[in-house]
């Protein structure tokens, strides 16, 4: 078998093939113990390839006067190429370099490898800023050119005559677009204005409309004028739409429904070459749009308004603009909504109010005298809006009660009452509906008058229609004796939901062995807002239609610890920054899971991970096989909770690094890992994806030598904590897992292992309730959508609580049991106290000798007679055309083998 050398001086080199004296077989070991395999160099020793690079006498030494004639700054490249056209590169300075000064003829090398991991691991430390904005413009710069001579990535609109010429001449320092707008003064002819004549735009996509955007460029406006010429209004526009709605920018920094141009002026030209005023900045920030999609922005030059026939001039201008930005956030946000547990259940509004056996009041009747209307209008109200205080928008139910003008009904039992009446009514104790609250009135006021027998005149015809609310809820508990002693209450009677909250006492629920009590919506004790709503030809039914309605609504919070996070990003998006700006040559690049987002990328492994679960396709995960709800997890800076800011806060900015932020997503979703494909797209997956596609090479009875091993006790760890910054509840701090003491003589070993997170946290509500005292990081909120497709914190029962808690599926304890359990210290452990059963034990087994195999194995599990053996090192050696590997076990497995191989005895 054969091999080649090659080197090349920069990495845009051209590499030239050298003689090799000596060479280190190609090593592959594993990074950081995960099934991830990078290539290792050892020694080369090179000298000149005869005939080749060196060609005379006269330079006989010329590679070695050429490496030692480079700087200690200058990179150096060497690959290797083995006869089966495996290729290998590496890189060197000439400090890893020993040269042999006798004969200036041999140069022993010491590479390090260069693939898709050396920019990310290098540089895997570096600080980005997860916050940070950006130039989210292409091109604004003008660098690149159309084959017309026009902007690349820029689209063109232009009138006549007009031209874009980037190239034309540039603007301090930088290529420049030239916008020219033309007019001919034609006698007899009308001037005309249009905002076309030359107008160069982008599309901007999926911009965060919950981010302020700042717009700079350079700009000159050269033009032939008349005096009695007003300068051009130079002007862009930038627009925000979601598909539905659109937005414009306005000259004030905000954003308007109707079309806007901003204007920006410049002083009169043409100015002399060397006046300090040839070029003009213009820079504004504008508020979040508050909608976001699609941002566009448009440069023109128009012809001036006020160009008059009788001048009779060609009237020309060139707007120069350069350097535009458009800095803002490139992160889509999502809106999250958290609703936190209570210590009483609070019914929501749309569950306390529009129920039939709440609905007490069914229909008040008022035929208003047209001239009491009159009245009315004339004293500056509508009929319907007189029935409401004008400042609280509240009923005014001394008005609603009016003899002349109110309103009077009957119950659902029949009783002729006003509406008075009713709402005492609900206040008394014999009453069915005992602490009911007004919460919501509908007036319906008929199309036109009608008229009573003449001579009378005509009245208005008005319907009223009443809504009142109550909470409920259910206690299955009694006092107890221990209840008695403390005088809290008297043993075996009911207990309320609290002890403050004016819970009433009613009934038992037929067949419930409980005690349902009720209040007034949220104890009665804060007069919740009202508001109005008018609405024109409102249909009611069979009574034909209305001309007009007003609906007052009390104002209920559908929940009191109801929060809306409205700037959460998506966790792959999180990453993909870290991952892409940790150095030049990962920008651009993917970001791909098929466990956590179920990703489809197009590779060998995932359409073997399709080919057995083609439902992975459709959001299902496949360790689990259920629905897989990390799909759903968002994050959220904690500085956003905080409610003592000050300026120069350095929690304002979120300083992660890849290093950092991998190795807590590793342990916060337990048995992952991430490698790096090729094309330098990065992957996470859980370690069952390794069983799911890769193949076993099976060297039983082929082989000898690896019949002896020993265990790897330092691994075998006997308590595994997990531990989460930034949290406080039981589900969330601490979770462990245990097994039984492994017998060994390793006695005063500490055989405990602790993992604990640094940035991640997914205790949301610790968080909130305690936002000035956590550390800087992220919190990750499981959402679930709702019917009306917004975002809701995911509740699940926590396996320590027992209890449903908010963003319970990312529990420590869930996440554990779910994902955690697929490979242990021994098959049975426990979780928490709780028994669990691990579908693998750890690879804590090791072979004491190593193995020889004929041939060149690129194979990354070996099965022999211990088990499934994966290398703790494996070396390719060219020259013998043999692999020698060094396997590591998982104690007692075996698996179905689907390869075999040619073996070489040791």
């Known amino acids: ?378 004293g500056g109200s509508d009929i319907l809006h007189w029935y409401f205080d004008s400042e609280t928008n509240a009923p005014n139910i001394t008005r609603l009660g009016d003899i002349s003008t109110g309103f009077e009904g009957k119950t659902q039992g029949g009783t002729t009452w006003n509406l008075e009446a009713i709402i005492s009514a609900m206040n008394a104790p014999n009453h069915p509906f005992y602490q009911g609250e007004l919460c919501e009135l509908r007036i319906y006021e008929k199309e036109g008058y009608e008229y009573r027998f003449w001579p009378f005149g005509g009245y208005k015809f008005l319907i009223l229609e009443v809504w009142f609310a109550r909470e409920e809820v259910l206690s299955s508990s009694k006092y107890t004796e221990e209840d008695e002693i403390s005088e809290i209450g008297t043993e075996g009677d009911w207990k309320p939901p609290s002890e403050d909250g004016n819970w009433k006492k009613t009934i038992m629920p037929s067949g419930s062995e409980s005690m349902l009590w009720v209040r007034k919506p949220y104890g009665g004790d804060v007069e919740y807002p009202w508001s109005l709503k008018v609405t024109q030809n409102a249909y009611r039914g069979a009574n034909g239609l209305y001309a007009n309605k007003i609906t007052a609504i009390r104002e209920y919070p559908t929940n009191e610890d109801r929060i809306t996070f409205s700037n959460t990003v998506d966790l792959k998006e999180i990453i993909k920054k870290v991952f892409n700006n940790t150095h030049p040559s990962l920008q651009g690049k993917e970001v791909y899971s098929t466990f956590l987002w179920n990703d489809i990328p197009n590779d060998s492994a995932t359409a073997i991970l399709l080919s057995k679960y083609p439902q992975i396709a459709n959001g299902v995960n496949y360790y689990t096989l259920q629905e897989n709800f990390l799909n759903r997890v968002t994050a959220l800076h904690t500085y956003s909770l905080k409610t003592e800011k000050k300026e120069d806060d350095d929690d304002s900015k979120l300083l992660i690094s890849f290093n950092e932020l991998m190795e807590d997503i ?157 490979e242990g210290t021994w098959t049975e452990g426990y979780l928490d106290n709780t028994s669990l059963s691990f579908d693998h034990t750890k690879w804590t087994l090791e072979g004491v000798k190593s193995i020889e195999l004929k041939g060149i194995y690129k194979n990354k599990y070996f099965n022999t007679n211990i088990g499934i053996g994966m290398p703790r090192s494996k070396t390719y050696d060219y020259r013998r055309g043999v692999t020698i590997v060094d396997l590591k076990y998982r104690y007692g497995e075996w698996y179905i083998i689907v390869e075999t191989n040619d073996i070489l005895k040791i």
């Open 1 to 378: 078998m054969s091999e080649k050398v090659y080197i090349k001086f920069g990495l845009n080199g051209t590499y030239f093939e050298v003689e090799v004296e000596e060479i280190d077989p190609i090593e592959e070991v594993p990074i950081e113990d995960t099934p991830v395999y990078r290539k290792k160099w050892g020694q080369v020793i090179v000298k000149d390839k005869p005939y080749q690079y060196r060609t005379d006498a006269t330079n006989k030494n010329k590679l070695y006067t050429e490496i030692m004639t480079k700087s200690p700054t200058e990179y150096m490249f060497i690959k290797h190429v083995g006869d089966d056209a495996d290729i290998t590169e590496g890189y060197f300075g000439i400090i890893d370099c020993e040269p042999d000064a006798t004969t200036k003829k041999f140069i022993k090398i010491s590479p390090e490898i260069y693939d898709q991991y050396t920019d990310l691991l290098e540089y895997a430390d570096t600080k980005i800023d997860v916050a940070a904005t950006k130039n989210l413009l292409k091109n604004g710069d003008f660098d690149m050119v159309k084959e017309d001579g026009s902007p690349d990535l820029w689209e063109h609109e232009s009138g006549y005559p007009s031209y874009i010429e980037p190239n034309v001449m540039n603007l301090l320092g930088s290529n420049a677009a030239v916008l020219r707008a033309a007019y001919p003064i034609v006698i007899g002819t009308s001037p005309i204005w249009t905002p076309a004549n030359c107008v160069i735009y982008q599309d901007i996509l999926n911009v965060n409309g919950q981010n302020q955007i700042y717009v700079s460029f350079f700009y000159q406006l050269m033009e032939i004028i008349n005096t009695d010429i007003s300068l051009t209004p130079l002007g862009f526009m930038m627009t925000i739409t979601d598909g539905v709605t659109t937005k414009y920018a306005n000259n004030y920094g905000g954003w308007s429904d109707n079309l806007n141009v901003v204007i920006y002026e410049t002083n009169k030209l043409p100015l002399p070459n060397d006046s300090i005023d040839k070029y003009s900045y213009f820079n504004k920030i504008f508020k979040a749009p508050e909608i976001s999609g699609t941002l566009r922005v448009y440069f023109f030059n128009k012809v001036p308004s006020n160009i008059s026939e009788s001048l009779g001039l060609m009237y020309i201008s060139d707007l120069i603009i350069s350097n535009i930005t458009i800095t803002a956030s490139d992160t889509v946000y999502k809106s999250i909504i958290v609703d936190l547990p209570k210590d009483f259940i609070k019914k929501p509004l749309d569950q306390i109010r529009n129920t039939a056996e709440y609905y007490y009041y069914n229909t008040g009747v008022a035929r208003v005298d047209k001239s009491i209307v009159e009245e009315v209008i004339d």
């Open 666 to 822: 590793t342990i916060l979703f337990p048995c992952t890992y991430y490698f790096v494909d090729e094309n330098k797209n990065l992957h996470i997956e859980h370690l069952s994806y390794e069983d799911l596609t890769q193949s076993v090479v099976d060297i039983t009875g082929k082989a000898e030598g690896y019949e002896v091993w020993k265990y790897l006790k330092n691994d075998m760890f006997a308590l595994i904590d997990y531990k989460m910054i930034n949290a406080g509840y039981k589900d969330f701090v601490t979770s462990t897992f245990e097994f039984d003491k492994i017998v060994s003589n390793r006695r005063r070993a500490d055989l405990r292992n602790a993992k604990t997170t640094k940035l991640l946290t997914t205790d949301i509500r610790y968080c909130i309730e305690n936002p000035n005292d956590i550390s800087n990081g992220l919190i990750l909120f499981c959402y679930d959508i709702g019917n009306d497709e917004k975002y809701y914190i995911n509740y699940a029962n926590g396996i320590q609580s027992g209890k449903e808690i908010p963003n319970g599926i990312i529990s420590f304890s869930n996440l554990l049991k779910l994902f955690g359990k697929y």
